[in-house]
């Protein structure tokens, strides 16, 4: 059974860092793409950033330049590294993946919210 388990979330002030995880389990991590979605308030949930197998990343434009995606394979894990926070990163961030049937996985997500 899939499982997707993110963590890293809290409450940080403008310009500020956090590094959010997501521990995978139930598929064989290393051989797909996983993806981070962000969702704030009244929004739709929107793509944020992806790793390839490869480790070919991409991101949304409003990503490009602060948010680093990595994995590590040997842990399962994927990670997301949000650099110069500003109030508008604040949002539940959920860690993604589709299977070779195109279903989507989805953790359940970590709040981060940036404020002074």
């Known amino acids: 059974q899939v499982q997707l388990v993110e963590s890293g979330g809290g409450l940080v002030q403008p310009g500020g860092s956090l590094r959010l995880s997501c521990a995978a389990s139930?598929?064989?991590?290393?051989?797909?793409?996983m993806n981070w979605y962000r969702q704030a308030p009244g929004k739709e949930r929107e793509l944020v950033a992806t790793?390839?197998?490869?480790?070919?990343?991409y991101y949304a434009d409003s990503a490009k330049g602060r948010f680093t995606i990595f994995r590590d394979n040997a842990e399962n894990t994927v990670y997301l590294q949000i650099n110069s926070l500003k109030p508008e990163d604040t949002a539940v961030y959920y860690c993604?993946?589709?299977?070779?049937?195109?279903?989507?996985?989805w953790g359940k997500g970590t709040l981060v919210t940036v404020s002074s």
């Open positions: 790793i390839s197998s490869t480790t070919s990343t």
């Open positions: 993604n993946y589709r299977d070779v049937y195109g279903v989507m996985y």
């Open positions: 139930g598929f064989r991590f290393r051989s797909y793409a």
